[in-house]
Structure formats: C-alpha cells, structure tokens
C-alpha cells in the first residue's frame, strides 16, 4: 500500500470512548497537528472565483441595501445615514407596490422596510416575500412607528428579522444593518458549506459541476467528475466511534485539499476554471475536473490515492491503514447532463469498491446495467423469504484421506421467479448490498436447525454443518447473537461450523468485537476463516482466533500443472499444520489437483469433483443413512 505516513504513529494518544460530543476536545488517534485543519485552510482551497460570489466573503459595505417607505423624507435621511457609515449600494422606493418587483430584478441583501403605508402595508410586503421562493430569504429589517405588540408579533410570523423604532437613531441602525448581513452572510456560508470539513458542501457541488460541465463542453475539451471513497469508513465508526471516524475524514479533506490545490493553474485547469474540492455526502468528496487528457488522468488519479492513504496507531493496538477509492465519468464521453454525470462517477465509485480497496474505476455503461439488476433484485429479495424462493442446500465437505464425507457446507440458493439463479457468495453479496444479510443468516441458521433437528428424528447422526457469515456487513457479535440464537433453539454446538468471510479490517476491532466470536468457540461452535491467500492474510489470523483455515478457490487453478503454486500451496498448508489449524482445500474441480493434495498432506476438501450442492432430504438420504458407507464416489 503506498502513501502511508512512517510518522503517524510516533506521538498517538489514548482514544477515549465516543460519548465525548465535542471533537475539538476529544483526544486524536493521529500525530498533533495533523489531525485537523481549520476552516479558513479548507476554503482557501476553494475556487476563489466561487467564494467572492458570495455574500460571506463580501465586505458588508458592498451589500445591496434597499427601503421600502412612503416618505420619501425618510428614504432620504435612511441614505445619508448609510452612506456615511460606509454602505456604498442602496436603492428605494416609496411606492410599496413596486417593491416586489424591484426585488426579483436586484435581490438586496437586507430589506428596511415600513409597516404602515397607504394602499399596499408592509404586512401585505412580508406576505407576498413568505410565498416567493428566493425573496422568502431576504432579511427584514422592520422600520416603524406603532407600538402595537400583535403588529410585531404579525411581522416576525411573517419573515422579519429586527425591529427599530421611528425616528430611527442613525448608530443603532448602522448596528442593526450589520448585525443582519454578518448573521446573514453566516447562514448562508453554512448552507454551502460542510460542517466538519469546512468545504464546499453537496449543493455548491452541483452548481459548480453545472457551469464547469457547460463550459469546458462549449470549449469542445474533455474534463472530469471524481468521487473518492473513504474504504471501509463504517467498519472504523463501529469499531472505533464516529468521533475518530471524523477525524480521519477531516485528515483526508485536508490531503486530498492540498493535492488538488498544487494543480491550480497546471494541466488539469481551463482558462476559466481549477480544479476543486467538495464534501459530497458520508464518506465520499468531489472533485470537479475542467480539463483533463488521459495522461494527466492516470498521473492525477494515482497521486489522488497515494496522498489520501493515512495509518495511525492505537496504544497497545495493530497499526491501522485506511485508504481510497476513486470513480470517474468523463464529460462529454459519458454524457452532459450535471445529474447523470454526478450518478455516472457515484456508480463508478461503487464498481471501484466492489473490486476491493485502494482502486480507481472509469464509467461504464454496463455500470448502469448492473446497478438496475441489482436495485430490481435487492427489491424483490426483500420477498423472496416469503414466497419461499430460498432454499439452504448442503455441499458434500471431505476428509481427503480415503474421501469420507465429514460434514456439510451451507449454501444459500434464491431461484426468482424469472428463472434465474443466484447462489452461494453472490447471494449473500446481493443481501448485503440490500440490507438483507442479518434477516438472511438467521433464516438459514433456522433451516439448518429444522434439518439437523430432522435427521435426528430420523435416527440418522448428523454431520457438522458450515454456515458462513460475512463481515462486511456484520459485527461478529451480531453474528455471535444469531448463532446463540440457534443454539438456544436445539442445536448443538459440534453440530455448527461458523464460517467467518471479508474478514478485512478485523484487526481493528474492539477486543469486545473478538471476544464474542472466542465465546463462541468456548462453548464448542467450531470457528473457520475463509478465502486465506485473497481476502485473508496472516495479519487477520494473528487478530481472530479460529480452528481452521479455508484455502481460495483460485489457488486450486491450474494446481496440476504449475509448479509454483504447487510450492505456495505446500507452505500455506505447512504453515496451517504449525499453526495448530485444519486446514480445507476449496474448489477441488478435477482428480488431478485432489491427487496433488492429497500427496502434499492436506486434510480436507470440498468443491465440485465431490458433488453438486443438494438439499437436507438428499444430502441425509445421500450420506447419512444408517448402515450406509459415507465413502464418496468422485464425480467426473
């Protein structure tokens, strides 16, 4: 992994638990100093153009100030007042009915105005302003006579901000008008900004990518929307609480700043526009790219994921890595519409993660295709346990010395109604992505306790089954409920093999996170990793305690014929056997690779060449009846 900082770890202190609401006070997990970045370094990262627009950053003296009153005496004194207090912009009437349409030409950015005119009042003003979608958000500074308290109270129901009394006393005006624009200039700095990170928030995102996509289309160039992805941002609130993972947010705002700040003015700028930086939704940024070729592309992409790759240490805790991941659609290749373009990058972004950590993905259509399938199929998952289209079926799992059957593997089946089939690994990946994992695990823990419960009603003995249960969406104590669940609904603990999968991240985990699974296997549930050599590494051994390992299918191809992985093979299976673990071969597809394994001394297997999954009644009828070898004949 590139880009880590060797110095993140030096001076780390205690992370305290979450309950600590404010972040400027709760301890930080990185170096001090570096953790955060106040507002005013996140803005000047900003498009300077953008921010100059905005009333937030205009001198107060430059705002538009306008008054609505019938004496034209007043307006003229109001004037002389403004301006020699240093309001250089005012405009007026005393004709109360052409107030609102004076405001749809030239928004002011504070309104005086008076209650009591002939014809059209100020009430009937505030009214017409309240029903105006922009005019509504003018501020209001009432200028009035009455002492009336319900025509107050009628005003401030109205939209009014201040109240002064006529005659009005110059000072206290020239306060009021300041006060209104600054708490003014502050609201709206707040609606187009992220609290945490202090940069441009999702709205000005999508204004900004509108006119940059316009522009640099008219100029018949290329340019570039990308999203970036913190990996894994969830797995850290859990394990450690949303105070760090907003630091580690705030961290990664101020790299990817800094790095899209050095290309201001450089290869990916147009004349009119530089790149920019925005806090998009949860765990993702923006960037808005005007111009881009695909040289400049892959170079700015690759320092992208370099630079927002951070680690950072825990006392008496592994080193935790976080990194990125990036999608990108490209405009005017993948369309001109600011709205396809922002879904495009999105849908990218979630290709990119699919595929595993720290990777970078361009649109496709196909992305479009299979986002469609999966959202018509997430939808309809949700029913697929009540219109009984889920089936547990069970794979044959082998002693490979003499090939006895021993067990039992799990695996989940959805036949929709269309015909198609989704099983195993897919399935559970779809009910994770649809928030269907837990509902799914539990119903197949139930049927497994329905069919082992059957098998003994039946006199037969049956064998340890294998659910698995992945990580990627589960906390091992939720799944540690479900299988004490089970458990406490007839199953024995020998009758269970929990299959932890997307063990990823593991090690960061509260020891309280470790120790339910550990609890699990006090009371007997045998615990087994799966996918060693892809998804797990030794580094998720050393965090999880387990009894044994299950190889990757991928290691299996070609095992016949490639002398290398033959090697690999033969050390990953010593090192299991001195690591005290039961260590399965999965995917044994042919006699040829079961002869290599078993001649390199592994002790079990499953995958195709033993059978294809079968339901409870087949696989007890196939393997557990009584009087009847379970001595397996291999398929061709």
Known sequence: MQGMDSGDGAEMTRVEGDSARDAGTHPTVFAPGDDRVTAQELRSF????????????????????????????NIEMTQAFLVEAGYRRFVHTDQPQNAIGMMRKQQPAVLLLDLSMPGVSGLDILELMRSHPVLRHVPVIVLTGSTDPQVKLQALSLGAMDFLSKPVDPSELGLRIRNTLAASAYREYLSSHDPLTALPNKQRYRAAAAEVIAATVAAGATGALLHVGVDALGRINDALGRVVGDQLLQRVAKRLASCVQTESGGELSSAEHDPTLYRFDGDEFAIVVPFMEAGSAAAFISKLLEDAAVSFRRPSAPEVFVTCSIGVS??????????????????????????????????????????????????????????????????????????????????????????????????????????????????AFEQMGRHVKNWRAAGLTPVPVSMTASLASMLPSEIATLVTSALGSGLEPRDITLVLDNVRGVESLPARELAAIAGLRTRGVRVAVAHLGSGTSLSHLRALACDEVRIDPSFLEGLDSDPALQAMLLGVGDLARRLRLKCV????????????????????????????????????GKWLTKGKPRQIPLEG
Not at 586 to 613: E, T
């Open 585 to 620: 071969a999965c995917g044994i597809d042919s006699a040829a690779q079961l002869a290599v394994l078993k001649a390199q001394g592994w002790d079990r297997g499953q995958g195709r060449l033993f059978g294809s999954p079968v339901s409870g009644l087949a696989f007890a």
């Open 46 to 73: 900003s498009r300077p153009q953008a921010l100059t627009r905005d009333r937030a950053s205009e001198g107060l003296s430059d705002a538009l100030i306008m008054m609505v009153d019938d004496e034209m005496l």
């Open 330 to 443: 490209v405009f005017p290749v993948d369309g001109t519409e600011p709205d396809l373009l922002i879904r495009n990058a999105g849908l990218a972004l979630r290709h990119a993660k699919q595929g595993g950590t720290h990777r970078y993905e361009f649109f496709s259509p196909r992305f479009n295709e299979q986002a469609q399938s999966r959202l018509d199929f997430s939808a309809e998952l949700r029913h697929a346990i009540g219109r009984d289209e889920i089936d547990l079926l069970y794979d044959p799992f082998v002693e490979l010395e003499g090939d006895r059957v021993i067990g039992a593997q799990g695996v989940l089946r959805w036949r929709h109604a269309s015909g198609r089939v989704v099983l195993g690994d897919a399935l559970q990946e779809l009910a994770a992505r649809s928030e269907m994992d837990v509902a799914l695990t539990e119903w």
